[in-house]
């Protein structure tokens, strides 16, 4: 295992944490009766599972590659500083602590995560990069717009704006293997303002804003289908194949999110709320974190393995099953379905966790124990 891996061990655990008790406080926002832990636990249900948990993520996902673009030069760890304070932010809010402490570390280390990206583009300049860096500033916006007291009604839309526009120049970088023409960069391009538009006009029309924010997320989502590398990988057999899929039915579960945002535009509570929300968060952006963990993972905790074994498939499932169960619920104003399709949201993600971290361990052991067998050989 390489030893900066023990630089980590302290944000992997806030990140864990953080994700733990968003699930947490999840269930408790969905009616299920459960110890409350805090008496604000339940409010930062949103901020923990996307600032805290997945911008830190994030976050330390582009410090460990700044770091290894600077080979271990003087700065190298600069990247760090924008987790570090979005994770200690999150730890905030887990303790229920009252006040603007939490928020204002998140965004502190929202802007220290854009500090990061910014020194990314000016290496490598593009497209992708730019649309990154795009992402991060709709977070550090959405975060501000929370310290400065704005509904979050409003900020969860810069959140989602921050993680779908991230996913998008991920996906964008990789389109480069496909030769994009210029046309398909054009579009993208414009859906990607098209979805900026509409977030920064629902700060004066929120439901006009809220539309063409949907409209911005179906035409990525059209964008993605049409252009996404997954479309070719998803014929090939084992990994590669499982990660296709995630992603399709990820950029499904975007178009599915922006239709419903079309149709009922400035909702701001409620059964369709909910559905628009988890459309986004639960669909598209867990379904992109379910595919690409077993890539990231591996850079980020130091190991030098790829897990991945078919039982995968069935944390998938579940995810996606029961999110069409909540959404469901929400758009015939069910509760009780609501409530059993948040429950086992949530056993999806744990689900996840445990096989992830099962594969992970497998493939060091099976990893070791070739090096033992050739060792012994020599």
């Not at 928020?103 to 300049?125: E, K, N, W, Y």
């Not at 400065?148 to 996913?167: C, N, R």
């Not at 968060?281 to 790829?306: C, D, K, Q, R, Y």
């Not at 086992?344 to 993600?349: C, G, M």
């Amino acid at each position: 295992m390489d030893r900066r891996f023990l630089v980590r061990i302290p944000f992997l655990l806030l990140v864990l944490l953080a994700l733990l008790t968003a699930l947490w406080a999840g269930l408790l926002r969905i009616g299920w009766r459960l110890p409350p832990l805090t008496s604000t636990l339940s409010a930062a249900h949103g901020p923990l599972m996307t600032s805290a948990f997945l911008g830190t993520l994030i976050g330390l996902e582009r410090a460990v590659a700044l770091s290894a673009a600077n080979s271990m030069r003087r700065g190298s760890l600069a990247g760090y500083i924008g987790p570090l304070f979005s994770g200690m932010g999150g730890l905030i809010l887990v303790l229920g602590v009252e006040g603007l402490w939490g928020p204002t570390l998140l965004t502190m280390g929202s802007l220290g995560v854009q500090i990061t990206i910014f020194q990314i583009f000016s290496r490598q300049p593009a497209a992708h990069t730019a649309t990154l860096g795009l992402g991060a500033l709709a977070w550090v916006i959405g975060n501000a717009l929370w310290v400065a007291g704005l509904p979050l009604s409003t900020v969860a839309f810069w959140w989602a704006g921050f993680l779908i526009l991230t996913i998008a120049g991920e996906r964008l970088e990789l389109g480069r293997l496909l030769a994009l023409s210029g046309m398909a960069q054009i579009t993208f391009a414009a859906a990607a303002g098209l979805l900026i538009a509409g977030l920064a006009l629902q700060l004066a029309l929120y439901e006009t804003g809220v539309r063409i924010t949907g409209a911005g997320m179906l035409a990525l989502a059209v964008w993605l289908m049409r252009h996404d590398l997954a479309r070719r990988t998803v014929r090939q057999q084992g990994l590669t194949r499982f990660i296709a899929l995630c992603l399709l039915m990820g950029i499904a579960w975007l178009g599915i999110a922006g239709a419903l945002a079309l149709v009922y535009g400035g909702v701001r509570a409620g059964f369709q709320y909910d559905a628009l929300l988890h459309a986004v968060f639960l669909g598209f952006v867990f379904s992109m974190v379910f595919g690409h963990a077993p890539l990231i993972l591996p850079g980020v905790l130091g190991i030098h393995v790829t897990p991945y074994r078919p039982f995968f498939y069935v944390h998938l499932a579940l995810l996606h099953v029961s999110l069409a169960l909540r959404v469901g619920g929400d758009l015939a104003a069910s509760q009780a379905a609501r409530q059993w399709g948040g429950l086992l949201n949530v056993a999806a993600i744990l689900l996840f966790l445990g096989n992830t971290l099962l594969a992970m361990r497998k493939a060091a052991r099976t990893l070791d124990d070739g090096r033992r067998t050739t060792d012994r050989g020599q």
